[in-house]
């Protein structure tokens, strides 16, 4: 049917307008149909810059300034839109429209596609990435991969020849990572689809990928060939960069079996839902200990979430109780859903699985000084704890930046410091290493580990297997049915 | 709202015969049972008006009980908004009370309570037209029986749309200032820290949507077609015939009545 | 302050050589999203502003026009943001027909509202030819969109009350526009600048580049 296009370019760059340094520089590759390509390089290397310019989004209306060509089956990338779909990272930032039907409709429409063969193409493109839902259906009740397939359907159904993913797995829980890779790989291998993809989760694709080119920071290509190839070459200089090259071992030892010690927090028949919705998980007995490393773990919609945030003192309970330790107890109780925000901040810190959620103030610096000057700490031992903090999250230099401006790693960190500086004896974490490329991930589970051998208790909740390898030293399953826990050893 | 609260039944039950009319025409509806409310402070007219949408709720499709939910705000807030009237309308008949450049006479009474009943008679409208109206068939609307232009008409609704994602937004700020002892007081501060984060996810993630719009060929200069047509039938016309009646009707009898008032007269 | 002020505007005057006018994707998505953003805004204070509206009210005549400032920051946001013709009266409209589907007590004229405070705002960005967004261009903007309020409500129902009323409440209306809508308009979106979330923007950049 559609086939695939050859991408081309020749000495392309693009500069955005008001900035110094070219986003993309010098770049000349020739891609031919229906090759699948995985683009790699550091960050800030101009990745998604290209992708934007093969979609044909740059350009126009005094965004910026460009150099050379990049043209897609010979045709001014800029005049070719309709040819390429472009997948961008957050899928919660894609749907156009209320309804599944509507929104892959959207693309056609567009292109003056006429009525009954827009629909014919909605269907055939909902079960090519196989979301077997109604029309009718809200695209806001979709997970998380199924509004990932979604945007994916929404350019096939335009029938590009060129396919552009940026970061497509990036905010996808590993199910749903799976979803939306073999959807990509049905179409693409049955089409013939030129592929684009841009992602640092190489493993994902690796398999898939006949083709791997490496942008150089400072302009050009550094490596361009086959994946194995490209990965021997280049292995060691892009996981430095952040990407996670296959099989590069991390160099982490495993959390061990620690023996638990006097239990911190203590679940007793607890239902949790949060305000207003309905309870999605009961009868939950549980214990955690101090000074111990516990991470949750469970399927999409078993609650996790829900737990941290009870766990955390946030949400009260549905039912049953939830104590803190008596050396925790606050003024009315031992509850931490009763204690104060105040109370809460030497009791339990919570990151959240948004950093951006818990930004209040617009530097680096006051963000960190939040906590101790709420604890009320004088100026001098607020400024102690804060330049600490900043030395070991490594944000020295940002200090006085906008806590918005940072990268993702650098926000993560920030926001887990935010907890650090009031020093709390628990601390709860929800996915706390979504999206972080490689090396962000390494400084941050390393910055945990260091808690958790000084003493803080850690509660982690997370899809990723490599925090269950090397934070927990207990692990608790939220199973597919919606009452209880299970107690995981550190064998499984 | 449907943008806040999908009902997830409406499509399977969108058999009222205010679901056969088009958004379009509910809007015009709007201004047609307001413009006249607006010209004229009188108890008469809204409390008529008020009367007939009442009796025309089962055609709107809504549930009884909605509508209440979705009333009890006016009901609370339209005797408040009588306040100023009683106090500052210029006086007329009889003096009841009076302190500082407050009044309260026959007239700043009689115009106090209508303008409490008239809050709350352009309000129900609101209720009874929109709380179903899809936000994507509003377009399809505006964008081909009003004709305006589709950039602009599909541009804004998938932005308005971008709403629903912002409650869960606000939400986890809320317990987030609770984890990060800011929590105990300070709730106006709160608030504007909160709105001010909520500004920064909307333009961000409004960007991203113009960027996701873009790549899927928005905004160039093909014609477009659409997916699902959307015309006018004999329903409009006879909707729109019956709101200039309720308002005929509303204001007719205020003047058989000689209640009246134009405002300002 | 006053010698800030006016250097920040000079600052801020923007090359006309160097932008169009005509409305992108982003612009007007972006407008639909300041609109929902300040319509909840508008949402919230329709609870607090107007319990401080009425309280201020009954106690003096007309000073509840203090609280009216922030149901006119949308003109003021959309104008110093987007920068396009028409951009102060959108954002304002969409803010106000949000704020009314939502649910308020005053229903549709909510919109209307909304249409003459964006007019009056837009009013003023047009008289600087759509080139000047200092902090003095976006006081008069909200004072503009305060006295487009004021003209409405006064044919809408304050044209029965006193004179004095009027008078007052025309006076507290211009300073909470030209304050709440106005400056801190300008501080919103100085402070959004400055988190990167307006790159797509002239403002967002020209704050980029001063860092």
């Given at each position: 049917m559609a086939g695939g296009a050859r991408v081309v370019a020749s000495g392309w760059g693009w500069r955005h307008a008001g900035r110094k340094a070219w986003a993309v520089a010098e770049l000349s590759f020739d891609i031919e149909a229906g090759e699948r390509v995985l683009v790699l390089g550091a960050s800030g290397a101009g990745k998604s810059t290209l992708l934007a310019g093969i979609a044909g989004l740059l350009g126009g209306d005094d965004e910026g300034e460009t150099t050379g060509e990049l043209r897609i089956d010979g045709v001014d990338a800029r005049s070719a839109r309709g040819r390429s779909g472009l997948v961008l990272q957050d899928p919660d930032a894609a749907a156009v429209f209320s309804r599944v039907g509507d929104d892959v409709a959207f693309g056609c429409e567009n292109l003056g596609i006429e009525r009954e063969e827009i629909w014919r193409r909605v269907r055939r493109s909902l079960d090519a990435v196989g979301l077997g839902v109604d029309l009718d259906r809200r695209t806001a009740e979709l997970s998380g991969g199924e509004k990932q397939r979604l945007a994916i359907?929404?350019?096939?159904?335009?029938?590009?020849?060129?396919?552009?993913?940026?970061?497509?797995?990036?905010?996808?829980?590993?199910?749903?990572?799976?979803?939306?890779?073999?959807?990509?790989?049905?179409?693409?291998?049955?089409?013939?689809?030129?592929?684009?993809?841009?992602?640092?989760?190489?493993?994902?694709?690796?398999?898939?990928?006949?083709?791997?080119?490496?942008?150089?920071?400072?302009?050009?290509?550094?490596?361009?060939?086959?994946?194995?190839?490209?990965?021997?070459?280049?292995?060691?200089?892009?996981?430095?960069?952040?990407?996670?090259?296959p099989r590069h071992p991390i160099g982490m030892p495993l959390a061990l079996d620690a023996p638990a010690g006097a239990v911190v927090l203590e679940a007793d028949g607890l239902a949790i839902g949060r305000p207003g919705a309905p309870v999605v998980r009961s009868a939950i007995d549980l214990s955690i200990p101090q000074g111990h490393a516990t991470v949750v773990v469970g399927p999409n919609g078993a609650g996790k979430s829900t737990l941290a945030l009870t766990l955390a003192g946030l949400i009260p309970e549905r039912e049953g109780l939830l104590t803190g330790a008596p050396s925790l107890a606050?003024?009315?109780?031992?509850?931490?859903?009763?204690?104060?925000?105040?109370?809460?901040?030497?009791?339990?810190?919570?990151?959240?699985?948004?950093?951006?959620?818990?930004?209040?103030?617009?530097?680096?610096?006051?963000?960190?000084?939040?906590?101790?000057?709420?604890?009320?700490?004088?100026?001098?031992?607020?400024e102690e704890r804060v330049d600490a903090l900043l030395a070991a999250l490594g944000l020295g230099a940002l200090a006085l930046a906008n806590p918005f401006t940072l990268s993702g790693g650098q926000k993560r960190?920030?926001?887990?410091?935010?907890?650090?500086?009031?020093?709390?004896?628990?601390?709860?974490?929800?996915?706390?290493?979504?999206?972080?490329?490689?090396?962000?991930?390494?400084?941050?589970v390393e910055l945990l580990r260091a808690e958790v051998a000084a003493g803080t208790t850690v509660v982690a909740v997370t899809h990723d297997a490599g925090v269950v390898a090397h934070l927990g030293e207990s692990v608790v399953e939220l199973t597919g049915a919606s009452q209880g826990v299970a107690l995981r050893g550190r064998a499984a | 709202m449907s943008v806040t609260t999908p009902d997830i039944s409406a499509a399977a039950q969108r058999t009222a015969f205010l679901d056969g009319v088009n958004p379009v025409s509910k809007i015009l509806a709007m201004v047609v049972l307001s413009i006249p409310l607006l010209a004229t402070i009188d108890w008469v007219s809204s409390t008529v008006a008020v009367a007939i949408e009442l009796a025309l709720v089962p055609l709107c499709g809504v549930a009884v009980r909605d509508v209440l939910r979705r009333s009890i705000p006016l009901l609370a807030f339209a005797p408040i908004a009588g306040i100023s009237m009683l106090l500052y309308a210029e006086p007329g008949g009889r003096i009841h009370a009076q302190f500082l450049l407050a009044t309260v006479s026959d007239d700043s009474i009689a115009l106090a309570v209508a303008v409490a009943l008239r809050v709350f008679a352009l309000g129900l409208p609101t209720i009874l037209l929109f709380s179903r109206v899809d936000a994507t068939e509003l377009a399809d609307g505006l964008a081909q029986v009003a004709r305006l232009p589709s950039r602009f008409v599909l541009g804004v609704v998938a932005g308005v749309r971008l709403l629903g994602l912002f409650v869960d937004d606000w939400r986890s700020m809320e317990l987030a200032r609770r984890a990060r002892g800011v929590g105990d007081a300070g709730v106006i501060r709160r608030f504007f820290s909160m709105a001010f984060v909520l500004l920064v996810f909307a333009v961000r993630r409004g960007s991203k949507l113009a960027t996701a719009m873009e790549a899927r060929g928005f905004g160039a200069d093909v014609e477009r077609t659409w997916a699902r047509p959307s015309r006018l039938s004999w329903r409009d016309g006879v909707f729109l015939l019956g709101c200039v009646c309720i308002m005929a009707a509303a204001t007719g009898t205020a003047v058989a009545v000689g209640s009246f008032r134009f405002v300002g007269s | 302050m006053h010698a800030t002020s006016s250097s920040v505007d000079r600052s801020a005057r923007v090359d006309s050589s160097d932008r169009s006018l005509r409305w992108r994707v982003v612009d007007i998505v972006i407008a639909a999203v300041l609109g929902v953003a300040t319509g909840l805004i508008f949402w919230f204070w329709n609870t607090i502003g107007y319990l401080w509206f009425e309280t201020a009210d009954a106690v003096t005549p007309g000073f509840g026009g203090i609280a009216v400032g922030i149901w006119l920051l949308g003109g003021v946001l959309g104008g110093l943001i987007i920068r396009k013709p028409g951009a102060a009266l959108l954002v304002e409209l969409i803010g106000a027909i949000v704020s009314a589907l939502i649910g308020n007590i005053w229903g549709p004229t909510t919109i209307y509202s909304g249409i003459v405070q964006g007019l009056g705002a837009e009013l003023v960005f047009a008289a600087f030819f759509y080139r000047r967004f200092g902090i003095v261009v976006a006081a008069l903007a909200g004072i503009g969109a305060g006295v487009g309020a004021w003209i409405f409500e006064f044919f809408t129902g304050n044209i029965e009350k006193s004179a004095v009323f009027n008078l007052l409440y025309l006076g507290s209306i211009v300073v909470s526009g030209a304050l709440l809508a106005g400056v801190l308009g300008w501080f919103l979106v100085r402070a959004l600048a400055a988190t990167g979330a307006l790159s797509r923007f002239a403002v967002g950049r020209e704050a980029r580049r001063e860092v």
């Open positions: 359907a929404g350019v096939l159904a335009m029938e590009p020849r060129v396919i552009l993913l940026d970061e497509p797995t990036a905010n996808l829980d590993p199910a749903g990572v799976l979803d939306v890779r073999d959807a990509i790989e049905r179409t693409v291998v049955r089409e013939g689809t030129t592929l684009v993809v841009v992602e640092h989760r190489t493993e994902i694709w690796a398999d898939l990928m006949t083709r791997v080119i490496v942008l150089d920071p400072s302009g050009g290509v550094l490596a361009d060939g086959e994946p194995d190839a490209v990965f021997a070459q280049e292995g060691d200089r892009l996981a430095a960069a952040g990407v996670w090259v606050g003024r009315r109780g031992q509850r931490p859903a009763q204690w104060s925000s105040r109370e809460l901040l030497t009791r339990i810190g919570t990151v959240f699985q948004d950093p951006e959620h818990q930004f209040i103030t617009a530097t680096v610096r006051d963000e960190l000084a939040v906590g101790p000057k709420a604890l009320g700490l004088g100026p001098a031992e607020t960190r920030l926001s887990v410091g935010t907890v650090l500086a009031s020093r709390p004896a628990v601390m709860v974490l929800d996915e706390p290493t979504f999206g972080q490329d490689r090396v962000s991930w390494i400084r941050l | - | -």
